[in-house]
């Protein structure tokens, strides 16, 4: 369990009724289309976020218990793992509501703990698409550094800048 500045917050593997709450960690479509940049679909909908999560694997939900229920208040996961070799973290969403609380930052280090442990990776890589100026200084903020850019064109046609950043075991370490 980790304590955010508001209450305590666990992390645990995503489990089927929590995709109900999935709408509710973005604010509008144009924030679940950054979100989950990788769905075909514009605006992030439910079908096609399920359908991203498919290829994902240690799919976490960040959950706070409030008024004798659980609430789900973030998500995570990690995709195209080798193990021994590199991984990749994402989509990574917070409710609104609980932003610059901590869960972001818990729920990344989890992840990382993950690769860099269970399976043994050496390094751990994001992809995070240009305008999404907290997804960045969260990913900074953890010690990924950018290594390159390269450009995705969205189902609307308009181009966008996506930032890689990647950090190493020692690196992960040496922030904890």
């Not at 950054?34 to 909908?45: F, I, K, L, Q």
Request: charged fraction near 30%; include cysteine; hydrophobic fraction near 35%.
């Amino acid at each position: 369990m980790v304590k955010t500045r508001r209450q305590p917050v666990t992390l645990r593997p995503l489990e089927e009724a929590d995709y109900a709450a999935l709408p509710r960690l973005t604010t509008d479509p144009e924030e679940a289309a950054r979100a989950y940049w990788e769905c075909g679909e514009p605006g992030g909908g439910i079908c096609a976020v399920r359908d991203v999560l498919r290829s994902r694997q240690d799919l976490t939900v960040a959950v706070i218990h409030a008024q004798g229920q659980d609430r789900v208040v973030g998500l995570g996961a990690l995709y195209e793992v080798e193990e021994g070799k590199q991984g990749y973290v994402g989509p990574l969403v917070v409710d609104p509501e609980y932003r610059e609380h901590g869960v972001g930052s818990s729920l990344m280090s989890h992840l990382l703990d993950i690769a860099f442990k269970r399976h043994r990776v050496r390094e751990v890589r994001a992809r995070v698409l240009g305008e999404n100026e907290d997804g960045i200084m969260l990913c900074s903020e953890l010690g990924f550094v950018p290594y390159s850019n390269e450009e995705r064109i969205d189902p609307d046609g308009r181009r966008h800048v996506v930032v890689q950043m990647r950090i190493n075991r020692r690196e992960h370490e040496d922030n904890d």
